[in-house]
């Protein structure tokens, strides 16, 4: 007789490991529309507009001539060298092309490798919270566990030195900003910045600084670049890509940039792991950084435009408050005082209310909770709709 068949066990990293909540939503979506139901996605983080046409037309020349093989696992150089000259423009940090910047498949990826790089079983790396939903995930599949730095939204989502002394402990090891910021919008200041530098400097922890919103800010507001001030240019990795500003999710093409001690070792993690970015996409990445970045003010001047049609709409709507963004394409409007729940109940009302999916702030941490978060990356004609679904259904709750 035939003994049961005994499912075969994952890896116990997998423990507690839950899915990515964004995701998650992205797939909840197709699968209510599959099913023949009217969902208007404002879940999402990818930009509506296409690739711009010099960008594409370089990837698919590269492929024309047959430029299909392995390129060196750092990156082309040609490409890594226009990636050190934006840093030292746009960003005000100096780093060697040749030894100093990976080009990886993904941001995503590039912070996975830069994980793997500085922390060890049991190192902490410390998250100013609300955050995005991968980090912890990350961490955890490297053996070590971040510790939520929580901020509060009547303080407008501000990090402090005292915020940051109550969170550190022998095994901290790293902490990871993000800015501007996924979910808030929030971008970092400059004082802000400088504090978190001197902290850095006074624990000795390596900074690791997502940038990828880097290129979408509102109402004149500074980036700034964490590697650029003193105290942390020796000790930051910094992550960075061209999904966002350049629209282009599908090509899965990013960067990490740092001092050369960390940059030799986190190259390990992408030989051993992906070899390098595709080639042809790389060809892409460099004309998106030496060719004229009119679109890119053009995406961000209409991006814009959405966010304050967004923040219009959500003023008029009972039980919400919304503080603008300074950056990025999300609002993370406060949904408390509607009655509804909390983040995950208001969200999945509002999914069988009015068939607007958004992402509740708990995905992003405790102190995302009582919000969610709303892309207005999504085409200007389902924003108007969603927005006009989200004021009936809640003026039909009777709120306020």
Do not use: Q
């Given at each position: 007789m035939s003994q049961p068949l005994v499912p075969p066990r994952a890896a116990r990293r997998f423990a507690g490991l839950d899915r990515s909540a964004t995701v998650a939503m992205h797939d909840l979506v197709g699968t209510l529309r599959a099913g023949g139901a009217s969902i208007l996605d404002l879940g999402g983080g990818e930009p509506d507009a296409a690739t711009p046409p010099h960008i594409a037309a370089a990837a698919a020349a590269a492929l024309d001539e047959g430029f299909t093989h392995y390129t060196a696992s750092r990156g082309l150089p040609e490409l890594r060298a226009a990636i050190a000259a934006k840093l030292a423009r746009d960003n005000g940090i100096v780093v060697d092309p040749a030894t100093e910047i990976i080009v990886t498949p993904s941001a995503k990826h590039a912070l996975f490798v830069s994980l793997m790089t500085v922390l060890d079983p049991g190192d902490e790396v410390l998250v100013p919270s609300p955050s995005w939903v991968s980090y912890r995930s990350m961490a955890h599949l490297v053996g070590a566990r971040t510790v939520d730095v929580p901020l509060r939204a009547d303080d407008g989502f501000r990090l402090s030195r005292q915020l940051?002394?109550?969170?550190?402990?022998?095994?901290?090891?790293?902490?990871?900003?993000?800015?501007?910021?996924?979910?808030?919008?929030?971008?970092?200041?400059?004082?802000?910045?400088?504090?978190?530098?001197?902290?850095?400097?006074?624990?000795?922890?390596?900074?690791?600084?997502?940038?990828?919103?880097?290129?979408?800010?509102f109402a004149c507001r500074e980036h700034v670049s964490l590697a650029s001030l003193p105290e942390c240019a020796g000790r930051t990795l910094t992550v960075n890509g061209f999904s966002k500003g350049y629209a282009m999710t599908g090509w899965r093409l990013g960067y990490v940039a740092g001092p050369a001690e960390l940059i030799g070792e986190a190259l390990k993690v992408q030989e051993h792991t992906v070899s390098c970015a595709a080639s042809f996409a790389q060809r892409g990445g460099l004309a998106a950084l030496i060719g004229s970045q009119d679109c890119v003010r053009e995406m961000a001047d209409d991006y814009a435009e959405r966010r304050n049609?967004?923040?219009?709409?959500?003023?008029?709507?009972?039980?919400?408050?919304?503080?603008?963004?300074?950056?990025?394409?999300?609002?993370?409007?406060?949904?408390?005082?509607?009655?509804?729940?909390?983040?995950?109940?208001?969200?999945?009302?509002?999914?069988?209310?009015?068939?607007?999916?958004?992402?509740?702030?708990?995905?992003?941490?405790?102190a995302g909770e009582g919000h969610v978060r709303i892309s207005f990356a999504a085409a200007r004609p389902v924003l108007v709709e969603a927005l006009d679904r989200m004021t009936a259904?809640?003026?039909g709750a009777s709120i306020g």
């Open positions: 940051l002394d109550r969170h550190v402990t022998a095994r901290s090891r790293a902490i990871l900003v993000n800015t501007p910021n996924n979910p808030t919008g929030r971008a970092l200041r400059r004082d802000e910045a400088e504090e978190i530098a001197a902290f850095a400097a006074a624990h000795d922890l390596i900074v690791l600084t997502d940038e990828i919103y880097e290129k979408i800010l049609l967004v923040l219009s709409a959500l003023d008029a709507m009972p039980g919400i408050r919304c503080a603008p963004p300074d950056g990025a394409f999300y609002v993370f409007p406060d949904i408390r005082a509607t009655g509804l729940g909390g983040s995950v109940e208001f969200a999945r009302w509002l999914l069988r209310a009015a068939g607007v999916a958004v992402v509740p702030g708990s995905a992003f941490g405790p259904a809640l003026t």
